[in-house]
């Protein structure tokens, strides 16, 4: 069974940046896309960025295009997020998961295994 635990998250002021890390166990991680997505109170969970299962291409929801970078390491089995200029509308539980296949996802039933969450909070 696939185990995804995440950390990283935290208190940031606007304008900081936080690294992500998401860790893999219990698969084969470089066979297949990783995610990330973010879901705020009493809000979906919404689309962040993902990544193809050799790393050779990413995608970004146009909110953090810019500000976000994906990354993997697949002989670690561990998944990143670097989040730049981080704003006030960041504010979420992210979260990583693992995609069905090798390529690229951008919504939820791409992806068949998750982690708990990490929250962040970016205060003004």
């Known amino acids: 069974q696939v185990q995804l635990v995440e950390s990283g998250g935290g208190l940031v002021q606007a304008g900081g940046s936080l690294i992500l890390s998401c860790a893999a166990s219990g698969g084969i991680f470089g066979n297949y896309s990783m995610g990330w997505f973010r879901q705020a109170p009493g809000k979906e969970r919404d689309f962040v960025a993902a990544?193809?299962?050799?790393?050779?291409?990413?995608v970004y929801a146009d909110s953090v295009k810019g500000r976000f970078a994906i990354s993997r390491d697949n002989a670690k089995n561990t998944l990143l997020l670097q989040m730049n200029s981080l704003k006030p509308e960041d504010t979420a539980v992210y979260f990583c998961a693992q995609g069905r296949t090798r390529v690229i996802f951008t919504t939820t039933n791409g992806f068949g295994f998750w982690g708990q969450g990490t929250q962040v909070t970016v205060s003004s």
């Open positions: 990544i193809t299962y050799r790393g050779g291409d990413t």
